[in-house]
């Protein structure tokens, strides 16, 4: 008779919003970049993804996997590759101990839940397989560091091994064939710098027109521009942007920021046919950042968009009322306000402060905003997703 034991384990995973863009694949098959990329990782009190991983002998043969609820195909490319590789690491321990129970013979049942809306360009795909890595290894109880454990998110998503650790992280593409050194590093941890604060303007929860694995591919093969921002732009902007951040220099950081976001899009809208990720609400965003920037006479505030038309808005936590409380004089009617964090942000005084056609172009756009900033990596949880008999948790 089978053990009818089941074995779980949980945890959350953060998002991170990238200030030097990952974009273009040198190798797809291993998911190795063109370029090295540097992101904030972001609060898990706001922005996460939380996965139970189980496995019984008891469990019908096939890996399953629940997002929000819905099955998620698991036999696809991605996460195959990244279950394979665990199972491998599991399956080496039990080879060594042969009293471990083989966990790595047993069918595995993923349950996952986000926070915020899924393929938004909020890199939800990120968050989603740093969180099914961290809760595999937990249950398989590896013994692999977070960086040694990216190269296996990696595999999923590009982003997902960013998300592995917290606070300043960078991605090395590395130069060798195997991908053994493309692999996550943290630049600098939460405490360097804990005062850096993000304000997410989503403007749109629905899935992207072009996926960012179509989008990215696309650019590599028909952007002129793309060669040298993969080759010169980006290696020059790292360099700049780790400085910054070791010296917590925002003037540097908001200005390398907006410049490689700028680089970024330009790519895409050099891609044939173009991509067209921002719409008037983004530009609006932009509009407004430059607005605070120029009334403080320097820069306190710097805008990022990923592969969607959600701003991305950095500041410190000294210039929350000059940043924060502009937007919410503009935008104060939308969800989001209604947190600790938003209700302790003091309007500015008096919504002229915007020119009223980009604040009406917000007002119009803006569905919501999330107030957050810098945060740790993933976290073991003892809240599971899935019962004790292995049966997923009802909301």
């Known amino acids: 008779m089978a053990e009818q034991k089941v074995y779980r384990a949980s945890t959350t995973a953060p998002v991170n919003i990238a200030v030097i863009k990952y974009w273009g694949k040198r190798d797809p098959s291993l998911n190795l970049p063109t370029n090295s990329s540097l992101s904030v990782t972001l609060s898990q009190s706001d922005l996460r993804t939380h996965t139970t991983a189980s496995c019984s002998a008891s469990f019908p043969p096939s890996d399953t996997l629940l997002l929000n609820s819905a099955p998620q195909e698991i036999s696809s490319a991605r996460p195959k590759a990244c279950i394979h590789s665990l199972r491998a690491l599991r399956a080496a321990l039990e080879d060594v101990d042969p009293s471990l129970p083989p966990l790595s013979t047993f069918p595995l049942r993923l349950v996952s839940v986000n926070n915020f809306p899924t393929a938004a360009g909020l890199a939800s795909s990120a968050a989603g397989f740093a969180a099914l890595v961290r809760a595999i290894a937990d249950l398989y109880a590896l013994p692999q560091s977070p960086t040694e454990l990216s190269l296996i998110a990696r595999q999923g998503s590009g982003s997902a091994c960013r998300s592995l650790l917290g606070g300043y992280v960078a991605w090395d593409k590395g130069s060798r064939d195997d991908g053994i050194d493309s692999v996550a590093r943290v630049v600098a941890p939460l405490s360097h710098w804990p005062e850096m604060r993000a304000l997410i303007l989503v403007v749109s929860a629905d899935k992207k027109g072009v996926s960012s694995t179509t989008g990215m591919q696309t650019t590599v093969n028909t952007s002129k521009l793309f060669p040298m921002r993969a080759n010169e732009v980006v290696p020059q902007e790292m360099k700049a942007m780790e400085k910054a951040i070791l010296e917590k220099d925002f003037q540097s950081f908001g200005r390398v920021t907006m410049r490689e976001s700028n680089s970024f899009h ?11 990720y921002l719409n008037d609400v983004s530009r609006a965003a932009i509009r407004a950042v430059e607005d605070i920037n120029e009334r403080a006479g320097k820069i306190i505030a710097a805008y990022t968009f990923d592969a969607g038309p959600n701003a991305v808005i950095y500041y410190l936590q000294q210039y929350t009322t000059e940043v ?17 964090g938003g209700k302790a942000v003091g309007a500015a005084e ?6 009223e056609k980009v604040a009406n172009v917000l007002r119009d756009g803006v569905s919501r905003v999330i107030l957050t900033g810098i945060g740790e990596g993933p976290i073991s949880v003892d809240d599971h997703l899935i019962d004790e008999q292995g049966e997923p948790v009802k909301a």
């Open 350 to 355: 008096g919504a002229s402060i915007l020119d």
């Open 266 to 276: 330009a790519t895409c809208l050099d891609t044939e046919p173009p991509i067209f």
């Open 324 to 340: 924060a409380g502009l937007f919410k004089a503009t935008l104060g009617g939308k969800s989001g306000w209604d947190g600790e």
